[in-house]
């Protein structure tokens, strides 16, 4: 059995969907479309590519995170060099390292583009701050002047990785179509970064309300972060360091956020053991205990899940209207020989 699974976002900690996944491939079932959002969307992609939970175990196991930390020399000057980053480059740190990591893994994949993969076989959340909107790729893309199938599922993964102030946004120019009459230079360039900010765990992506379409529907199942994020407080001691603190506390809320009882349903919660997002230096007995974690939650949770029970639950829930009676077992009459 084939089902929809969505990745919430979460940074580091994404190496649990990683275990989620393992899970999931082991109690049999497949995986039909899937989405996710920052972390979540390097998931999604790689699955959607078909890589299986032996081989996700393996890059993680093989990949030192820390590596995506990277920025020219020029700008480790103590202090003064990260800031002059910030204000050229509007980041700490280039994402380029993290998108070639992902295009190479796709690519050994036979992945290149969206159009390498199934229509809808993946969807991938990000945040357009210029237009303040949520972007969903690769359809959205083309609001600027830009073909879907065309798009690199790679640059789409960085785009909704790319964390505010800590990776450098992508920045898209306007199609000379698209631009607005009398617009300035500036007013060319869209910026884009993480989907966390406005949508880290979009489980509505593959809702279909018609209640004649669910019985033969796919099952969706959301697979979120959850947890406080770092044990260890945000240290403030200047504008560069309340930036950090301030956009990891933001993105880190959403992991506690409250899972509105309709969706309890469909959502696997996975603890992530006091981790943060912006965690890039974590051992590799923390990386195993994140993998173990998505697994573990993973396993309970399909332990006690019925596809009757989450249709019924759907109906009710999501399509708002009461489950159909389905028939029982036939009643015998007369006597039993």
């Known amino acids: 059995m084939n089902i929809n699974a969505v990745f919430q976002g979460g940074g580091v900690k994404g190496i649990a969907l990683a275990g989620a996944v393992s899970a999931v491939e082991k109690l049999g079932y497949g995986f039909n479309q899937v989405a996710g959002t920052s ?19 393996a890059i993680i196991e093989g990949t030192p995170f820390h590596s995506f930390l990277q920025r020219a020399p020029i700008f480790n000057t103590k202090l003064i060099g990260p800031l002059a980053r910030l204000f050229i480059k509007k980041g700490l740190y280039s994402g380029e390292a993290l998108e070639h990591w992902v295009h190479r893994l796709l690519l050994a994949k036979g992945i290149r583009t969206f159009g390498d993969l199934r229509p809808e076989q993946l969807r991938i959340i ?13 359809d959205d893309i083309a609001h600027y002047g830009i073909d879907p199938k ?32 009398g617009a300035t230079f500036a007013d ?28 033969s529907l796919t099952p969706t199942i959301g697979f979120q972060l959850v947890g406080r994020g770092s044990a260890k407080p945000n240290p403030v001691s ?13 993105l880190d ?37 994140l993998f173990n974690a998505g697994l573990q939650a993973t396993n309970k949770f399909f332990g006690k899940w019925k596809v009757s029970d989450y249709k019924d639950q759907y109906y009710t829930q999501v399509c708002r209207m009461p489950a159909p009676r389905r ?11």
């Open 126 to 138: 990000a945040s357009d701050i210029s237009g303040r909107k949520l972007l969903v790729l690769p």
């Open 39 to 57: 972390s979540g969307a390097i998931v999604a992609s790689l699955v959607a590519a078909g890589y299986k939970a032996d081989e996700l175990r």
């Open 188 to 215: 060319q360039f869209v910026y884009i970064v993480d989907g966390g900010l406005l949508s880290n765990f979009p489980l509505w992506l593959f809702d279909n309300v018609d209640p004649v379409s669910v019985e």
């Open 238 to 250: 200047g504008p560069l360091s309340m930036l950090k603190a301030l956009f990891s506390t933001m």
């Open 253 to 289: 809320a959403h992991d506690d956020h409250y899972i509105q009882e309709n969706n309890r349903f469909r959502t696997v919660k996975i603890p992530t053991h006091g981790i943060g997002i912006t965690d890039f230096d974590l051992t590799a007995e923390q990386s195993v205990e």
């Open 150 to 181: 065309r798009l690199l599922v790679a640059k789409a993964v960085r785009m909704s990785t790319s964390i505010p102030y800590f990776f450098d946004p992508v920045i898209i120019r306007k199609r000379k179509p698209m631009r607005s009459q």
């Open 327 to 337: 028939p029982g077992p036939p009643v015998i009459q007369g006597p039993v020989p």
